[in-house]
């Protein structure tokens, strides 16, 4: 019996490898070298693209059952390709039309200005979309995207955006659980918050807003996005901590970054009404930032807070005062390296 199972694991495995050697379908490997003239970077690494099974070239992924591509690696590693395209260029998007299973398209720094020909909507299962670091893109790209009504998570890091920007253009993409701006020069989120248009972006639970130009009018922003998990506000010009209550009404909240942010000498205190009340709050960064020395003890109502990074904030007072963090019974990490010193505690863990 054992001797039979054998012989059929070698047949399996006979039948999936010739699979995969015929598995590219042509009219994608046809679709891929329509591709090959924009993205030369391709045949750096890898099988170049050209003979053979196309699955199996660089920065290609199939689906094993049905040999369809499934995921497109295109991203840059180099600027000096683009001497002669510094100012941009726009892809046509209808490129990508025979891939009608592709869920993963990463076409991040590739000077990309914008798309022609924008049909979207035939890419039905497309999830992933990356696009960071196409500095040329700026505001407008959001007007391309409203067609990828099947995405889950969105990349724009560094894509030139700034000023004030509507994400309420990105109300179509009802299935969007991540949203990343992270590396742009964005003041606001535009007339979304001023009751102009109504926010459906239902399903968002991750929003990296960090190293952008957001003031403390963001926290009350944040609200139409109740539903987040996950908030990164690192490196912004929050001036104050006086509006940090406005998260409370982001009850699901399970991680919350705000370092290098905050310049000030008072945090809201416990029992206090701008008392931070995040019940599912899990881990808490607060690097780089000014603060008093009860910041321990006016996190107290933070029950469920597991990890509480302090690392390199500056400290107003001689002595940092711990006797709060017996509130924070689930707490297991802490970390004070940095600008705080260690030996200048008031209580005992």
Same mark, same amino acid.
């Given at each position: 019996?054992?001797?039979? /199972? *054998?012989?059929?694991?070698?047949?399996?495995?006979?039948?999936? =490898?010739?699979?995969?050697?015929?598995?590219?379908?042509?009219?994608?490997?046809?679709?891929?070298?329509?591709?090959?003239? #924009? +993205?030369?970077? %391709?045949?750096? @690494?890898?099988?170049?693209? =050209?003979?053979?099974?196309?699955?199996?070239?660089?920065?290609?992924?199939?689906?094993?059952?049905?040999?369809?591509?499934?995921?497109?690696? !295109?991203?840059?590693?180099?600027?000096?390709?683009y001497?002669?395209?510094?100012?941009?260029?726009?892809?046509?998007i209808?490129? #990508?039309?025979? #891939?009608?299973?592709?869920?993963s398209?990463?076409?991040?720094?590739?000077? %990309?200005?914008?798309?022609?020909?924008?049909?979207?909507?035939?890419?039905?299962?497309?999830?992933?979309?990356? $696009?960071?670091?196409?500095?040329?893109?700026?505001?407008?790209?959001l007007?391309?995207?409203?067609?990828?009504?099947?995405l889950?998570?969105?990349?724009?890091?560094?894509?030139?955006?700034?000023?004030?920007?509507?994400?309420?253009? !990105?109300?179509? *993409?009802?299935?969007?659980?991540? &949203?990343?701006?992270?590396?742009?020069?964005?003041?606001?989120?535009?007339?979304?918050?001023?009751?102009?248009?109504?926010?459906?972006?239902?399903?968002?639970?991750? !929003?990296?807003?960090? +190293?952008?130009?957001?003031?403390?009018?963001?926290?009350?922003?944040?609200a139409?996005?109740?539903?987040? /998990?996950?908030?990164? *506000? @690192?490196?912004?010009? $929050?001036?104050?901590?006086?509006?940090?209550?406005?998260?409370?009404?982001?009850?699901?909240?399970?991680?919350?970054?705000?370092?290098?942010?905050?310049?000030?000498?008072?945090?809201?205190?416990?029992?206090?009404?701008?008392?931070?009340? &995040?019940?599912? &709050?899990?881990? $808490?960064?607060?690097?780089?930032?000014?603060?008093?020395?009860?910041?321990?003890s006016?996190?107290?109502?933070?029950?469920?807070?597991?990890?509480?990074?302090?690392?390199?904030?500056y400290?107003?007072?001689?002595? %940092?005062?711990?006797?709060? &963090?017996?509130? !924070?019974?689930?707490? @297991?990490?802490?970390?004070?390296?940095?600008?705080?010193?260690?030996d200048?505690?008031?209580?005992?863990l």
């Amino acid at each position: 019996m054992e001797y039979w /199972k *054998l012989v059929w694991v070698f047949v399996l495995a006979f039948l999936f =490898g010739g699979y995969q050697s015929e598995g590219c379908w042509e009219i994608e490997k046809a679709a891929l070298l329509q591709l090959k003239p #924009f +993205f030369p970077l %391709i045949n750096d @690494e890898g099988i170049s693209w =050209g003979k053979g099974n196309c699955c199996r070239w660089n920065g290609v992924e199939c689906s094993t059952s049905t040999g369809r591509v499934t995921r497109l690696f !295109l991203e840059y590693s180099s600027v000096q390709v683009y001497n002669n395209i510094s100012q941009g260029w726009y892809l046509n998007i209808s490129l #990508f039309l025979p #891939f009608h299973e592709l869920k993963s398209l990463d076409l991040g720094k590739n000077y %990309i200005a914008g798309f022609i020909d924008n049909q979207g909507s035939f890419m039905n299962k497309l999830e992933i979309l990356d $696009l960071s670091h196409n500095t040329l893109l700026g505001n407008n790209i959001l007007f391309y995207l409203v067609e990828f009504t099947s995405l889950k998570t969105l990349l724009l890091n560094t894509c030139g955006l700034q000023g004030s920007i509507d994400i309420s253009e !990105l109300n179509s *993409l009802k299935n969007l659980k991540e &949203l990343h701006l992270s590396g742009n020069q964005i003041e606001s989120l535009g007339s979304l918050f001023q009751s102009k248009r109504e926010l459906r972006l239902a399903k968002l639970e991750v !929003l990296d807003l960090s +190293f952008n130009y957001f003031n403390n009018s963001i926290f009350s922003s944040l609200a139409a996005l109740p539903h987040l /998990k996950s908030l990164n *506000l @690192e490196s912004n010009l $929050l001036i104050q901590s006086t509006y940090i209550q406005d998260l409370n009404v982001l009850s699901n909240l399970e991680k919350l970054t705000i370092s290098y942010d905050i310049m000030d000498d008072t945090v809201p205190s416990q029992g206090n009404e701008r008392e931070l009340k &995040l019940m599912n &709050l899990e881990e $808490l960064n607060l690097w780089g930032n000014v603060f008093n020395s009860s910041i321990l003890s006016s996190l107290g109502s933070l029950s469920s807070l597991k990890s509480l990074f302090l690392s390199h904030t500056y400290v107003m007072e001689e002595s %940092i005062d711990v006797r709060g &963090l017996p509130a !924070l019974k689930n707490l @297991e990490k802490l970390h004070l390296t940095g600008y705080i010193e260690k030996d200048t505690f008031l209580g005992k863990l």
